[in-house]
């Protein structure tokens, strides 16, 4: 390795990928995991929890984007938008530029929200400060339990499924979302590595499929994390994301003076055309 400071991320499947470090700003061990705020060359400034890195200032909107305008573009009306996770304020910002909406997130760990908005305030870029938005610090899996039939849109901005995140992937989870919404509600989650996780992708559209009648994942670029082609699903009731139409994205992002810088109306279409080999991966 070339010399200097560098944040390696090694990841359980047998790969690793690093940054040249300027600086590691924090580090702080929380009830539920280990956080580490780095500023490298490349990406500006990361947040990192138990060893993976979970945003970047440089490659935020990538992510972001792509989680909340896909199905919030495919739901027509969506106002009672659930964040779970999230702690970054990434998602909940892109929420918030849909102007009617009010969104709720829930997050189990107070200090990534301090941390973030602390460390990387471009990231959440005062949505925590919005008087729309409801910042609860609480578990997700318990908020969505107790209150059933409250939401048009929730949206899963979760770590890895390893540990403590591992039930936010499963059935009886996606059983408790599909109560929290209305009968035309749909969810979108972050849904890993489609080159590296595989079996996790396979094992969460096996889960989302028991439950949902509409699936459909969708790909994007996350240069930050490892591979740097990332997948997402959406999981409806009633609208199909790949039935929206481009000129209808349009007129919603002119109507609602989002202007995105990954999303499109041609990247909401795009990023359901699947490789081959990602196709049978989840046949
Ligand atoms: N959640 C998905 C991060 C996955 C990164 N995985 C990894 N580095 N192995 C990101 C949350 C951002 N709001």
Known sequence: MPPGDWYV??????????????????????????????????????LVLDGALQTSE???????EMLVHVPLVTHPDAR????????????????????????????????VIENSQKFLPSISNGAFQNPRAEVLIADGLQYVREHPGEFD?????????????????EEPFYRDVYKTLAEDGLLAAQSSSPLYMVSDL?????????????????LGLVPAYPGGLWSYTIASKRYDPVRVGKAD????????????????PDIHHAAFVLPPFIAEILS
């Not at 007129?251 to 003076?257: I, K, T």
């Open 9 to 46: 991320e090694e990841e359980t499947f047998g790969y690793i990928q690093g940054v040249l470090l300027r600086e590691r700003l924090q580090r702080h061990r929380s009830p539920f995991q280990n956080m580490e705020v780095i500023d490298s060359q490349l990406f500006g400034r990361c």
């Open 58 to 64: 440089w490659d935020e909107f990538m992510y972001h």
């Open 80 to 111: 009672r938008v659930l964040v779970i996770g999230g702690g970054d304020g990434g998602t909940l910002r892109r929420v918030l530029d849909h102007p009617q909406t009010e969104p709720i997130q829930v997050e189990i760990d107070a200090s």
């Open 153 to 169: 849109v929730v949206l899963v901005d979760s770590t890895d499924p390893v540990g403590p995140a591992i039930p936010l992937f």
């Open 202 to 218: 396979q094992a969460q559209v096996r889960n989302l499929r028991a439950v949902f009648p509409i699936v459909r994942t969708y």
């Open 249 to 264: 994205i349009a007129a919603r992002l002119s109507r609602e003076a989002i202007t995105p810088r990954y999303y499109s």
